[in-house]
């Protein structure tokens, strides 16, 4: 994952944009593609500032779909999955338990997005190598993992605003723009994001890609 001086938004789709992550040392960048009302691709990444002389960026986590490419990863198909680089180590591929997604792309998308919010100072520490990905799960009762589901009130209450780009889209904004994309309401994809619940990344499952 190439660093920059800026965060990069991804290129090659149709809507591509910068969204606070809460924090003046991480952003997330959104793209995804139109289709009517349909987002058949996207890509959700989480930007990280890995040096400051000369300031440098890094995207240093990614969540992406592309369902019009045999190539392409499917998250209907294949669940969610996290690409995480790391500092001096090789890339780890991190699957995810998450509930059913919603049909609606946008939902999908906002609900990315939450997780990195959410989720950020563990890919940090990833990639800076403090801990090791995939660790042994926690068991509780008759074998079961037991996992931490994000809430989105978490995310609004403790989140900083503050953003290294200053024309970056609050979490609402681009809400509104997901609701545009899809045909559906900002409401509705705010509920849909709220409800679909991705277990902590301590609990993922390391693949080979």
Request: charged residues 25%; proline residues 7%; aromatic residues 8%.
């Amino acid at each position: 994952m190439t660093g920059t001086g800026t965060p990069s938004p991804p290129t090659g789709y149709d809507v591509s944009k910068p969204v606070h992550a809460g924090g003046s040392d991480c952003h997330i960048t959104v793209g995804f593609d139109k289709q009517l009302a349909h987002i058949p691709r996207f890509l959700v990444q989480f930007h990280y500032q890995t040096d400051t002389n000369p300031v440098r960026w890094d995207a240093i986590a990614r969540i992406d779909h592309n369902e019009t490419s045999v190539m392409g990863h499917d998250v209907y198909k294949e669940g969610l999955h996290v690409d995480v680089d790391r500092r001096s180590s090789e890339e780890v591929h991190l699957m995810l338990a998450h509930s059913p997604l919603p049909p609606n792309r946008g939902k999908v998308i906002r609900g990315c997005v939450d997780y990195f919010r959410q989720e950020k100072s563990y890919f940090i520490d990833v990639y800076e190598e403090r801990i090791v990905p995939g660790g042994p799960p926690k068991w509780s009762d008759g074998g079961k993992n037991t996992y931490n589901f994000i809430r989105r009130n978490t995310i609004e209450e403790n989140m900083s605003q503050e953003s290294p780009i200053e024309d970056s889209l609050s979490p609402d904004e681009l809400t509104e723009l997901l609701a545009d994309a899809t045909g559906t309401t900002a409401e509705e994809i705010d509920e849909g994001a709220s409800d679909l619940k991705i277990a902590s990344p301590e609990g993922a499952t390391v693949v080979d890609e």
